[in-house]
């Protein structure tokens, strides 16, 4: 049973979903809480499948309220637990998280987004990065990841739950039910094999005395007086933002010379990349900025592409919710804006190329 | 760079499709293809027409679904219906010529129009377990993306448990991919 999950590196061909249980298997997490909702109920069908063969556990709970609770009691507990939710049941883990976010628990979430408001539909969106990005009542001070292929999914699930336990900020993985039911291949392995070191989980509550002195723990999440927390958010603010530029990840190509730049994150800019990369062949100037990290975003890194560029081209399968992002981190910048919003669908390449050849020949006209 | 080949299998819930998809595209992985399947799905349990979105190329695959599929194949009236909206001048249509009165309907603006007779077929000729894999033997012939051979190990390696229990199971299935193919090649 001590067996490692994955030995060496292993090529695979399957679901997101079913990524995930084996990155979180790789990754070294011991529990998972849970409760289900399309499209990401495979994660816990895979994980209750895999799990036990390697002593790990997983409880289901009566709603996402407790899932997230019980995520963090884990952790409290001194287990590397984490918790996957969709849709509505991401709206319910917002108040768990908040009190992670208050707390400094690290937990990880992933999110397989699905159409929205409401129920919706069960199948895709990127409607869900306002709410996985600020969704709590705070200061968004969270780490948001936004993966775009089967290798991210399972590479950056692993990394959550150091970023989690390094900077002690709730970490989301965030997908969509695309990504979460196609199958493609990728590369599993063993992070440590690789080189990885994992940061040790610790023992919140319960500690063992020291010298027979017990010491006292004192996680809260109320306080008394508004000149109380000001100084706490202050301080956890002014940590967030220093180790930010640590966390931040993005990819461009091709943005040097770019007279538009499409900007698009998560599975929207495999799209992107092959609407770049052929509109490239056609001797256009196009180049093709995406986000990885949404929270922290990569502002100063967008802020010099857009000082170069004369257009922002923003693709999102939503109603503006990254583009939100985009304008708060390049305030001041002359670049023009264009979009391309498809809430709740899936954009294509051909879309894309249309759009930017639109936008090309209206700067011609000029 | 070569583009990938698009794929939509369209039928009604139980004719297998998602299977198929599967399968070819497992075939198409093992030969180090770039390879993505996704099926659609949604609320309904039941009594939905069921599509296979897939595709096979040689650098990674961009989006997961797509407009204008290169080959589509439907498998009744409403999934007749259903797959007109992803074709265009360049795309193969393969419907079954079983499908009554379904004429009227076809894509007008496709490519090219084949209509193959493989559920009469594995009715009268092999099996109606095997209807699908008639279904698969026509898609790798349409497509050409997978060979053959590979089609045969993929089905070895998903069947291979009831093949060892039956093995007149291994050569129903293995005609029945045959046959496929060739309706295709004939309809052409």
């Known amino acids: 049973m001590a067996e490692k999950p994955i030995q060496g590196e292993k090529r695979v061909f399957m679901t997101g979903n079913e990524v995930v249980a084996w990155a979180a298997l790789a990754a070294k997490a011991e529990i998972m809480y849970g409760y289900p909702i399309t499209p990401q109920n495979e994660i816990m069908h895979y994980w209750t499948r895999l799990a036990p063969k390697f002593g790990k556990r997983f409880l289901q709970t009566e709603d996402e309220l407790s899932a997230g609770f019980t995520t963090l009691g884990g952790v409290l507990a001194g287990r590397k637990a984490f918790t996957a939710t969709a849709g509505p049941g991401n709206t319910l883990m917002q108040e768990p998280m908040s009190m992670a976010e208050m707390m400094r628990i690290p937990s990880v979430v992933i999110i397989q987004q699905r159409g929205g408001p409401s129920t919706a539909t069960v199948i895709y969106s990127q409607q869900e990065v306002t709410m996985t990005t600020y969704g709590g ?91 109380e927390l000001y100084e706490v ?30 900007v698009s994150h998560g599975v929207v800019s495999r799209a992107a ?66 979009n391309l919003f498809k809430p709740g669908v899936g954009i294509t390449s051909e879309e894309i190329v249309v759009r930017v050849k639109e936008i090309e020949k209206g700067a011609l006209a000029k | ?67 204008k599929a290169d080959i589509v194949v439907a498998l009744s009236d409403r999934a007749v219906i259903r797959t007109r909206q992803y074709v265009d001048e360049k795309t193969t249509f393969v419907y079954d010529t079983s499908i009554e009165g379904v004429e009227e309907e076809l894509p007008k603006n496709a490519g090219r129009i084949l209509g193959i007779p493989a ?5 009268n000729e092999l099996n109606p377990r095997v209807f699908n894999i008639i279904i698969m033997g026509a898609v790798i012939k349409a497509t050409e993306v997978v060979s053959e051979d590979d089609a045969r190990a993929a089905l070895e390696k998903k069947l291979g448990y009831k093949f060892e229990q039956n093995p007149e199971l291994r050569e129903l299935n293995f005609k029945a991919l045959a046959r496929g193919m060739e309706l295709v090649e004939k309809a052409r």
Not at chain 1, 206 to 216: H, I, L, W
Not at chain 1, 297 to 314: D, G, H, S, W
Not at chain 2, 119 to 123: G, L, Y
Request: charged letters at 25%.
């Open chain 1, 137 to 227: 009542n705070g200061e968004g001070l969270r780490v948001v990841y936004s993966t775009a292929n089967h290798q991210e999914l399972f590479d950056y699930t692993i990394k959550a739950f150091n970023t989690a336990w390094k900077y002690r900020f709730p970490t989301f993985v965030l997908g969509d039910g695309y990504q979460a039911k196609m199958r493609e291949s990728l590369t599993i392995y063993d992070p440590e094999e690789k080189g990885l070191e994992f940061v040790p989980t610790e023992t919140f509550l319960g500690k063992a005395p020291v010298n027979g002195v017990k010491q006292p723990v004192h996680l809260r999440n109320t306080y008394n007086t508004e000149e």
């Open chain 2, 119 to 123: 559920i009469e077929i594995s009715k």
């Open chain 1, 273 to 338: 990349k092959v609407a770049v990369q052929e509109l490239r062949e056609e001797g256009l100037k196009i180049g093709y900025f995406r986000p990885v990290t949404l929270r922290p975003f990569p502002a100063e890194e967008l802020k010099k592409v857009a000082a170069r560029a004369k257009t922002l081209l923003l693709v999102e399968s939503a109603f503006g919710q990254m583009a939100k992002l985009v304008k708060d981190a390049i305030f001041g910048s002359t670049v023009a804006l264009e």
């Open chain 1, 233 to 262: 958010i202050t301080r956890y603010m002014e940590e967030y933002l220093k180790v930010a530029p640590e966390i931040i990840e993005h990819r461009e190509f091709s943005c040097e010379d770019a007279d538009i730049v499409v």
């Open chain 2, 1 to 67: 760079m070569g583009k990938a080949v698009k794929i939509a299998l369209a039928g009604e819930g139980g004719q297998g499709v998602q299977s198929v998809a599967q399968i070819i595209a497992e075939a198409a992985n093992e030969e180090g293809r770039e390879v993505l399947y996704i099926p659609n799905f949604g609320v309904e349990q039941r009594g939905g027409v069921s599509v296979a979105f897939l595709q096979i190329g040689t650098d990674p695959i961009g989006s997961p679904k797509f407009q």
